[in-house]
């Protein structure tokens, strides 16, 4: 579907307020399609998951016309990436029970079953699928909600670079990961997917699939981005009113 003209001003004010605030907290981001430095850039890191698969060009047929990602710096030193990989299918659900989200250029003789949830059957989206992973911060820059704030950034970045229909992450099933996927990240909703075979761990997984839609997506930034404009201008009529003569 084609953004409107409205929709591609509202992604650049967002990137453009993202870019602001973190330029004020020291931090440089560098936008790429390069999968393979990705790949380079988190192998070399402390304290991470490493490399799935699913943005893995060794594993995937990765290119620039379906993959971006970012990297963080400050002071010259990298302090965050994240990564996301367009597919476009007509059923998402049976690109994860047949493996291929996860692997796409080998074409393996055996098969496991991923143990898809009942619900997860009736999950049903199609078109162009924004799939994230590989969000990394340095220990010494957590705390600051920097996850939520740079999933929110890529996602928006990827309607425009991909045109999006739909977002989606794997997280691993735990009420930590539930509360900070609908909390602090964002998301609409996040289902449960599979518990069985999960190939990017090469074991067995209880895994919930975090989605939003373009709309949404489009939405919640709109609706950012209206908060932010209309602090501002509270705190402009504050500093505007005249000081009360002090009582005698």
């Not at 790949?39 to 971006?68: M, R, W, Y």
């Not at 340095?138 to 309607?159: C, D, Q, T, Y």
């Not at 699939?209 to 602090?231: D, G, K, V």
Request: negative net charge.
């Amino acid at each position: 579907m084609r953004l409107s003209d409205e929709e591609l001003e509202l992604i650049q004010s967002y990137v453009e307020s993202v870019r602001t605030r973190a330029a004020a907290m020291g931090f440089s981001m560098t936008l790429s399609s390069d999968a393979n430095a990705f790949v380079d850039f988190l192998h070399a890191q402390e304290a991470t998951h490493g490399v799935s698969s699913i943005h893995d060009p060794s594993k995937c047929h990765i290119t620039p016309d379906n993959f971006a990602w970012f990297r963080v710096d400050r002071f010259g030193v990298g302090v965050a990436c994240h990564a996301i990989r367009m597919i476009e299918t007509d059923d998402f659900i049976e690109e994860v029970r047949t493996h291929r989200v996860f692997g796409d250029i080998e074409v393996p003789w055996d098969f496991e079953d991923v143990g898809l949830y009942p619900e997860a059957y009736d999950l049903r989206f199609a078109g162009r699928i924004g799939i994230g992973g590989g969000l990394w911060i340095h220990p010494n820059s957590r705390g600051r909600n920097l996850s939520a704030v740079f999933s929110k950034l890529l996602r928006i970045i990827g309607i425009r670079r991909f045109r999006l229909d739909h977002y989606v992450s794997f997280v691993l099933n735990t009420g930590k990961r539930q509360q900070w996927s609908l909390q602090s990240n964002g998301q609409a909703r996040i289902p449960p997917l599979l518990n069985g075979y999960y190939p990017p761990y090469g074991a067995n997984k209880d895994i919930l699939l975090t989605h939003c839609t373009r709309e949404e997506m489009l939405t919640q930034i709109r609706q950012e981005l209206a908060s932010a404009e209309a602090a501002i201008s509270a705190s402009h009529t504050e500093g505007d009113r005249p000081a009360m003569a002090e009582r005698a």
